[in-house]
């Protein structure tokens, strides 16, 4: 299955590793009563070919019924137990020292914030989360427009946000790498394009990619930087997009500030290259049909200097 | 033909031409209407899903973009379970379930006619809806705020409500008709520990309809309220809750799966009882079965809510009912296991479709048992593995053992016999596609694909198993066109079937095939669960009920003793009209309110004229027939 960043059967987190081994006890104990049902049917039948098998007595036959019930009685209440106890488990995950982000739920997109007791020191990003890998991370989980779901398969089972609720899913990332997560939860038009990734680094990495991202946008360094500033301030980027450093501050669409660090565009439909770039804002409907993000109508000249002075946020 | 057929048959003949066609209230012309027009919306719900299967064939496929994908996913879903599914499981109770109790005709009869009006014009407002490109696209649950007024654009969302108000009073029409029949119109002798296992489990489902449909039609009601009059019952700003939907819509949803499932366990009943030639192994026990699950089916809705946060001690509560309901399925499983048990088995292709639950629908429960556990469904919630569980559940356990009571029921129906040898053929091959299909999506949903997305990235590596499904998408719609094949070639020209084709035990095979306008002559009386094997010579008859008018002898509840006669309905235009007039009500107040103030004063006209009086019956009459001794033939009376 591709390189399995997307899979609930490649846990690399204690949660989805817990819920994995749920699976494959579920499995094994499904598949031997499975089997052993339709080895009884088989053998039902099978008799009937002999001329000289009869009907069984009653007796006999409410006696073999019985059983199989209280078998499967016994079965489904180890099951039980069996969900219980991972559920009990799961929930134990320590939160202490844990790290804490606020997840929102756009259509179609993720807006991520890294929380922190100063607000100077809270960094927005989108659609990317970098998390440190084997401390524990809390993520609190809302909803700004519909009901969308936060699900990475590698690491945890989906959790929902809801508009008018705050949701939290605590977990921990046990192997360094990317893994892809995707909204579960049907969101309108574009609910299939609404992936999102996790990079999980060693904590050293992790802590220096966010003091980066506490930074603001550098001041454009050239004339061409400068008139792709003017852009975002004087034309419509302004009105949706936040640079931090410069004077565009919206709060509909995804936190430019570091833009050009992001591996994917509108939330993981393409890849962050600077043509890809040029055609997404040349013609969002085309690459993502009913995205929020219009059409801006710009000039060649403008639509250049724009993508260069993006790919400066870094 | 004696006299008193040719009486009867006069009698309850539905009149003639056009206007005799729309005035019918035979329960059998109905039936076969419900019947015939679940089916065509079983053929659109199922060209739907041929569509989405090749737009899924490949990774970012064009072939339809999102609009049209999420409108169709919605539209497959909704026609599914509301257009074909429950209207279908009911449409066998409508017809055979009369004849099942030996009763001369359905209770309710106009009632009826207007349930089945007022579902046929709902369905075909929906498909103009869709045509026109208003079609739903909020999917067939229809959750807030997406189906709200701030995100659901458009009338695309009332459209939805809309279809559910036509639907749920049609199935609710029916579901009263059924159990009055049930109650009321059984042949004496036939209690309630008598009655065959189909009917009792047309009763349950009945009841699982009263109590399910009322919560989903408040849903739509407040829904189609925040749209269109700006209430605020789900906008979380003004103390409304999007939570408060799901727990009404799942309330309904839940049980309405086991709507779709309990009568197709009764179909099972029947056919193994029928193709190895013996009582059902635990009549009773299955009874109870189908009870249980009915009881037990409502209280497990939450757990298509796991995902949304609620309190963990609560939620494992409904995790245990969830694997609850495992058990009465299972008693059932093992009664049948024993029903075939060294049995001489004929394998005729309703047979087939009867083995064929075993092998499919116990993956779908065994997965079902994993989607009740609270860890494990926040993985696979919402990804193709339930989308595999829930088609495993639903055609395995549902729409197989229907196809094969088609096949069982055709000879009754039409006079005629399926061919066996494209029987078969069909069967094979949606057997063989309906694997191909679903069971690769198990897969994909553990792998990470979520549901409802209209296309997916080729580095997902995803590919091969939708194409492998898609393959088998392909394979059942080729299986499908041949069994409809079948029965178009067979309706013509297949052998005469006569009463009792399959030597079949129940007393809807006493009778001719197709049955006459009257059922039976004369009213049959049953002393048993199996009344056609149990060889009695000296079975009492029903007599003194009344050829020259409908007159319709009334049991008691419990043990079918006689109780009075009754005179039935005729055939009535009304049901028609005002079926009519409410599809202008329903319609209009998509668009305003006043269409319900508007639209209730042609309703009114239409209920008079339904509830006119006819002349020639007066109280006192009747009266003086009661006191001239004019009472139920039977001595059981008292």
Same mark, same amino acid.
């Given at each position: 299955?591709?390189?399995?960043?997307?899979?609930?059967?490649?846990?690399?987190?204690?949660?989805?590793?817990?819920?994995?081994?749920?699976? /494959?006890?579920?499995?094994?104990?499904?598949?031997?009563?499975?089997?052993?049902?339709?080895?009884?049917?088989? =053998?039902?039948?099978?008799?009937?070919?002999?001329?000289?098998?009869?009907?069984?007595? +009653?007796?006999?036959?409410?006696?073999?019924?019985?059983?199989?019930?209280?078998?499967?009685?016994?079965?489904?209440?180890?099951?039980?137990?069996?969900? &219980?106890?991972?559920?009990?488990?799961?929930?134990?995950?320590?939160?202490?020292?844990?790290?804490?982000?606020?997840?929102?739920?756009?259509?179609?997109?993720?807006?991520?914030?890294?929380?922190?007791?100063?607000?100077?020191?809270?960094?927005?990003?989108?659609?990317?989360?970098?998390?440190?890998?084997?401390?524990?991370?809390?993520?609190?989980?809302?909803?700004?427009?519909?009901?969308?779901?936060?699900? &990475?398969?590698?690491?945890?089972?989906?959790?929902?946000?809801?508009?008018?609720?705050?949701?939290?899913?605590?977990?921990?990332? @046990?192997?360094?790498?990317?893994?892809?997560?995707?909204?579960?939860?049907?969101? $309108?038009?574009?609910?299939?394009?609404?992936?999102?990734?996790?990079?999980?680094?060693?904590? @050293?990495?992790?802590?220096? /990619?966010?003091?980066?991202?506490?930074?603001?946008?550098?001041?454009?360094?050239?004339?061409?930087?400068?008139?792709?500033?003017?852009?975002?301030?004087?034309?419509?980027?302004?009105?949706?997009?936040?640079?931090?450093?410069?004077?565009?501050?919206?709060?509909?669409?995804?936190?430019?500030?570091?833009?050009?660090? +992001?591996?994917?565009?509108?939330? $993981?439909?393409?890849?962050?290259?600077?043509?890809?770039?040029?055609?997404?804002?040349?013609?969002?409907?085309?690459?993502?049909?009913?995205?929020?993000?219009?059409?801006?109508?710009?000039?060649?000249?403008?639509?250049?200097?724009?993508?260069?002075?993006?790919?400066?946020?870094? | 033909?004696?006299?008193?057929?040719?009486?009867?048959?006069?009698?309850?003949?539905?009149?003639?031409?056009?206007?005799?066609?729309?005035?019918?209230?035979?329960?059998?012309?109905?039936?076969?209407?419900?019947?015939?027009?679940?089916?065509?919306?079983?053929?659109?719900? $199922?060209?739907?899903?041929?569509?989405?299967?090749?737009?899924?064939?490949?990774?970012?496929?064009?072939?339809?973009?999102?609009?049209?994908?999420?409108?169709?996913?919605?539209?497959?879903?909704?026609?599914?379970?509301?257009?074909?599914?429950?209207?279908?499981?009911?449409?066998?109770?409508?017809?055979?379930? %009369?004849?099942?109790?030996?009763?001369?005709?359905?209770?309710? %009869?106009?009632?009826?006619?207007?349930?089945?009006?007022?579902?046929? #014009?709902?369905?075909?407002?929906?498909? *103009?809806?869709?045509?026109?490109?208003?079609?739903?696209?909020?999917?067939?649950?229809?959750?807030?705020?997406?189906?709200?007024?701030?995100?659901?654009?458009?009338?695309?969302?009332?459209?939805?409500?809309?279809?559910?108000?036509?639907?749920?009073?049609?199935?609710?029409?029916?579901?009263?008709?059924?159990?009055?029949?049930?109650?009321?119109?059984?042949?004496?002798?036939?209690?309630?520990?008598?009655?065959?296992?189909?009917? /009792?489990?047309?009763?349950?489902?009945?009841?699982?309809?009263?109590?399910?449909?009322?919560?989903?039609?408040?849903?739509?009601?407040?829904?189609?309220?925040?749209?269109?009059?700006?209430?605020?019952?789900?906008?979380?700003?003004?103390?409304? @809750?999007?939570?408060?939907?799901?727990?009404?819509?799942?309330? #309904?949803?839940?049980?309405?799966?086991?709507?779709?499932?309990?009568?197709?366990?009764?179909?099972?009943?029947?056919?193994?009882?029928?193709?190895?030639?013996?009582?059902?192994?635990?009549?009773?026990?299955?009874?109870?079965?189908?009870?249980?699950?009915?009881?037990?089916?409502?209280?497990?809705?939450?757990?298509?809510?796991?995902?949304?946060?609620?309190?963990?001690?609560?939620?494992?509560?409904?995790?245990?009912?969830?694997?609850?309901?495992?058990?009465?399925?299972?008693?059932?499983?093992?009664?049948?296991?024993?029903?075939?048990?060294?049995?001489?088995? +004929?394998?005729?292709?309703?047979?087939?479709?009867?083995?064929?639950?075993?092998?499919?629908?116990?993956?779908?429960?065994?997965?079902?048992?994993?989607?009740?556990?609270?860890?494990?469904?926040?993985?696979?919630?919402?990804?193709?593995?339930?989308?595999?569980?829930?088609?495993?559940?639903?055609?395995?356990?549902?729409?197989?053992?229907?196809?094969?009571?088609?096949?069982?029921?055709?000879?009754?129906?039409?006079?005629?016999?399926?061919?066996?040898?494209?029987?078969?053929?069909?069967?094979?091959?949606?057997?063989?596609?309906?694997?191909?299909?679903?069971?690769?999506?198990?897969?994909?949903?553990?792998?990470?694909?979520?549901?409802?997305?209209?296309?997916?990235?080729?580095?997902?590596? /995803?590919?091969?198993?939708?194409?492998?499904?898609?393959?088998?998408?392909?394979?059942?719609?080729?299986?499908?066109?041949?069994?409809?094949?079948?029965?178009?070639?067979?309706?013509?020209?297949?052998?005469?079937?006569?009463?009792?084709?399959?030597?079949?035990?129940?007393?809807?095979?006493?009778?001719?095939?197709?049955?006459?306008?009257?059922?039976?002559?004369?009213?049959?009386?049953?002393?048993?669960?199996?009344?056609?094997?149990?060889?009695?010579?000296?079975?009492?008859? *029903?007599?003194? &009920?009344?050829?020259?008018?409908?007159?319709?002898?009334?049991?008691?509840?419990?043990?079918?003793?006689?109780?009075?006669?009754?005179?039935?309905?005729?055939?009535?235009?009304?049901?028609?009209?005002?079926?009519?007039?409410?599809?202008?009500?329903?319609? $209009?107040?998509?668009?305003? %309110?006043?269409? &319900? =103030?508007?639209?209730?004063?042609?309703?009114?006209?239409?209920?008079?004229?339904?509830?006119?009086?006819?002349?020639?019956?007066? %109280?006192?009459?009747?009266?003086?027939?009661?006191?001239?001794?004019?009472?139920?033939?039977?001595?059981?009376?008292?």
């Amino acid at each position: 299955m591709g390189q399995a960043i997307q899979s609930a059967l490649n846990p690399t987190g204690i949660q989805a590793a817990r819920i994995s081994d749920l699976y /494959w006890l579920m499995f094994w104990t499904s598949t031997v009563v499975y089997v052993a049902v339709l080895i009884a049917l088989t =053998v039902a039948i099978w008799r009937g070919r002999r001329s000289d098998a009869g009907e069984p007595s +009653r007796a006999t036959a409410a006696k073999w019924v019985t059983a199989a019930t209280a078998i499967s009685i016994v079965t489904l209440i180890g099951l039980l137990f069996a969900s &219980v106890a991972t559920g009990r488990a799961m929930g134990s995950l320590s939160t202490e020292n844990a790290l804490g982000i606020e997840v929102v739920g756009y259509q179609w997109w993720w807006s991520v914030k890294y929380k922190n007791p100063t607000p100077s020191l809270e960094v927005t990003t989108a659609n990317e989360l970098h998390v440190p890998v084997g401390r524990p991370i809390a993520i609190s989980l809302k909803a700004f427009d519909v009901i969308h779901s936060f699900w &990475v398969p590698n690491l945890h089972g989906k959790v929902d946000l809801i508009p008018g609720r705050e949701n939290l899913i605590t977990l921990q990332v @046990d192997r360094a790498g990317v893994y892809r997560g995707q909204c579960a939860e049907y969101c $309108g038009l574009q609910h299939a394009h609404m992936a999102f990734n996790i990079i999980a680094e060693e904590s @050293d990495a992790f802590e220096r /990619w966010l003091t980066a991202q506490r930074t603001p946008a550098p001041p454009p360094s050239s004339p061409e930087l400068t008139s792709g500033l003017a852009v975002v301030e004087r034309g419509p980027c302004q009105m949706c997009h936040t640079i931090r450093g410069t004077t565009a501050g919206g709060r509909f669409g995804p936190d430019l500030t570091h833009v050009a660090t +992001r591996s994917t565009l509108a939330s $993981g439909t393409v890849p962050n290259t600077p043509d890809a770039l040029t055609s997404w804002i040349k013609d969002p409907q085309h690459i993502k049909p009913g995205t929020k993000m219009p059409s801006t109508g710009l000039s060649e000249q403008e639509l250049q200097a724009l993508v260069a002075y993006l790919q400066t946020l870094k | 033909m004696s006299a008193e057929t040719d009486q009867l048959a006069a009698t309850w003949q539905d009149p003639p031409g056009l206007l005799g066609w729309f005035s019918a209230v035979d329960h059998k012309t109905i039936g076969i209407r419900f019947i015939v027009t679940a089916f065509g919306f079983f053929i659109l719900g $199922g060209l739907e899903a041929a569509t989405m299967r090749l737009q899924l064939a490949r990774p970012d496929n064009g072939l339809i973009g999102p609009d049209l994908y999420n409108q169709i996913f919605t539209m497959h879903g909704t026609t599914m379970m509301f257009l074909f599914a429950v209207p279908l499981v009911l449409a066998f109770g409508v017809y055979f379930v %009369p004849l099942m109790v030996g009763a001369r005709a359905m209770a309710l %009869p106009r009632l009826l006619a207007f349930g089945y009006w007022i579902y046929l #014009f709902g369905g075909i407002f929906l498909y *103009v809806m869709f045509a026109l490109n208003i079609g739903p696209d909020q999917g067939w649950f229809s959750y807030v705020p997406l189906a709200g007024p701030e995100y659901g654009i458009g009338k695309r969302a009332d459209v939805w409500a809309q279809l559910i108000t036509f639907t749920e009073v049609s199935g609710l029409i029916v579901a009263i008709c059924l159990v009055t029949t049930i109650f009321k119109l059984r042949a004496p002798g036939m209690s309630l520990n008598r009655i065959p296992l189909f009917v /009792w489990s047309e009763l349950v489902t009945s009841f699982m309809v009263i109590f399910a449909m009322p919560s989903v039609m408040i849903a739509s009601t407040t829904l189609i309220l925040d749209r269109l009059v700006g209430t605020h019952f789900y906008n979380p700003a003004d103390g409304g @809750d999007p939570i408060l939907w799901q727990h009404l819509f799942w309330f #309904f949803g839940h049980p309405e799966v086991y709507i779709i499932f309990l009568p197709a366990q009764g179909i099972m009943s029947m056919l193994l009882s029928t193709f190895s030639h013996r009582p059902v192994f635990g009549h009773q026990a299955l009874m109870l079965s189908l009870t249980a699950t009915a009881f037990i089916g409502f209280g497990v809705w939450v757990h298509h809510m796991f995902a949304t946060g609620l309190p963990q001690l609560g939620i494992s509560f409904f995790t245990a009912a969830s694997i609850m309901i495992v058990i009465p399925t299972g008693v059932q499983i093992f009664c049948w296991i024993a029903t075939l048990w060294g049995a001489r088995i +004929r394998y005729d292709t309703p047979m087939l479709y009867a083995l064929a639950f075993f092998v499919i629908f116990i993956i779908g429960g065994l997965t079902g048992v994993m989607l009740a556990s609270v860890p494990l469904d926040l993985q696979v919630h919402d990804t193709f593995f339930v989308v595999a569980h829930l088609h495993y559940v639903l055609i395995g356990g549902s729409v197989f053992p229907l196809l094969g009571g088609f096949h069982y029921w055709f000879p009754k129906m039409t006079g005629r016999m399926l061919s066996e040898r494209l029987g078969k053929i069909a069967f094979a091959l949606l057997f063989i596609g309906f694997n191909l299909t679903f069971f690769p999506q198990h897969v994909l949903g553990l792998h990470g694909m979520p549901r409802r997305v209209y296309t997916y990235p080729e580095n997902m590596g /995803w590919g091969t198993l939708n194409l492998l499904a898609s393959t088998g998408a392909v394979t059942m719609f080729i299986a499908l066109c041949i069994y409809l094949a079948n029965v178009i070639i067979s309706r013509r020209s297949g052998a005469i079937a006569g009463e009792n084709p399959w030597d079949a035990p129940t007393l809807e095979w006493t009778t001719s095939s197709p049955p006459p306008a009257y059922n039976f002559s004369p009213l049959p009386t049953v002393t048993g669960t199996d009344p056609v094997w149990e060889h009695t010579d000296e079975v009492p008859i *029903v007599v003194g &009920v009344a050829s020259e008018c409908r007159e319709v002898l009334v049991t008691h509840v419990m043990d079918a003793e006689p109780d009075h006669k009754k005179e039935w309905p005729e055939p009535s235009i009304w049901p028609l009209w005002t079926a009519l007039v409410i599809t202008g009500l329903f319609i $209009g107040s998509i668009f305003t %309110p006043w269409a &319900v =103030v508007v639209g209730a004063i042609p309703a009114t006209f239409a209920m008079v004229g339904w509830f006119w009086p006819k002349r020639g019956q007066s %109280p006192e009459a009747l009266i003086r027939r009661l006191e001239a001794g004019d009472h139920p033939p039977l001595e059981q009376v008292l």
